[in-house]
């Protein structure tokens, strides 16, 4: 195949530092590094503007530290994107009305920036509580050197709700981009491969190394195509997984490949009823467990 069609993402598997000048700063330099290995996308890990230090921290202490997407930790990132020729997924606490969002802002090769996207479920088991939840999933256009590609993004524990990707799919997502902040075991890596097997899209999920707490690398990018033409078996929709440790990891997505699936595999929205996906749109409340009384 050739290496038109191939697209480079680079998933920025790095340690925070103690401020937002250090994260600035290494930000940079990493994206530099990304670029140098051939990336057409750089995707950073989870609110990386401080590092998603929010845990057994007050919460006016941390929620201070949030920052503007129109601030110049943000735009530095938008003109280098531009100074690349690279499109670049920047992470931030971004400041909002009377309480934060858990944001990544999306630039393309040219600086301009394609989307702003909130953390629609936000973990209000914990900290993230006194967050303000995104409103919306969405989807834009990214021009890379293979052409048009349509991205989305989610952050973290918006992957354990299948509705987040399956409405990306449903806007026209080839690509979702998934900053994340936890430990990767088998079962949220699983939830990732799900994703991208049901809607026919790559997924491309970038963690914070095993230095960090909490967290463990095991970054990783699933390309959604079970099937070839030439194998009658499935094949294994991982790319890409790395170990723990610290580092800038490149995938290459083959997208005609991809598109070539897309037209001709059953998944994503071929054979789907959602005529009778009422009750996932009832807004009545209820127990955190579905009970029997609900069954109609």
Not at 14 to 37: F, M
């Amino acid at each position: 195949m050739s290496q038109d069609h191939k697209i480079k993402i680079a998933l920025l598997q790095i340690a925070p530092g103690s401020t937002l000048k250090e994260n600035l700063e290494k930000g940079l330099r990493c994206c530099k590094k990304a670029k140098r290995k051939g990336a057409d996308i750089a995707l950073f890990p989870e609110m990386w503007s401080n590092g998603y230090h929010i845990y057994g921290r007050p919460v006016s202490e941390w929620q201070a530290e949030a920052v503007s997407v129109d601030s110049d930790f943000v735009n530095a990132f938008g003109r280098l994107a531009r100074e690349l020729d690279m499109a670049v997924g920047i992470t931030l606490l971004e400041k909002y009305e009377t309480a934060p969002r858990n944001t990544v802002v999306l630039f393309d090769r040219y600086g301009e920036r394609k989307f702003v996207y909130a953390k629609v479920h936000t973990c209000d088991f914990g900290a993230e509580h006194d967050l303000t939840p995104g409103e919306d999933f969405y989807v834009s256009t990214l021009d890379t050197a293979c052409g048009p590609l349509e991205v989305g993004a989610m952050i973290c524990y918006d992957r354990e709700f299948p509705e987040s990707a399956r409405i990306l799919m449903l806007k026209g997502a080839e690509l979702i981009l998934v900053p994340n902040a936890c430990p990767m075991e088998i079962n949220r890596l699983s939830q990732l491969r799900a994703r991208a097997y049901e809607n026919m899209t790559a997924i491309a999920t970038c963690n914070y190394p095993e230095t960090v707490p909490d967290c463990n690398g095991h970054s990783s990018v699933f390309d959604g195509i079970a099937y070839l033409p030439e194998s009658d078996a499935s094949r294994d929709t991982c790319i890409l997984q790395t170990d723990g440790q610290e580092g800038i990891y490149i995938a290459e997505l083959d997208l005609e490949q991809l598109r070539s699936y897309r037209e001709s595999e059953v998944h994503g929205n071929a054979y789907r009823h959602p005529k009778k996906y009422g009750l996932l749109t009832d807004t009545r409340i209820r127990e955190p467990f579905i009970r029997n009384d609900y069954r109609e």
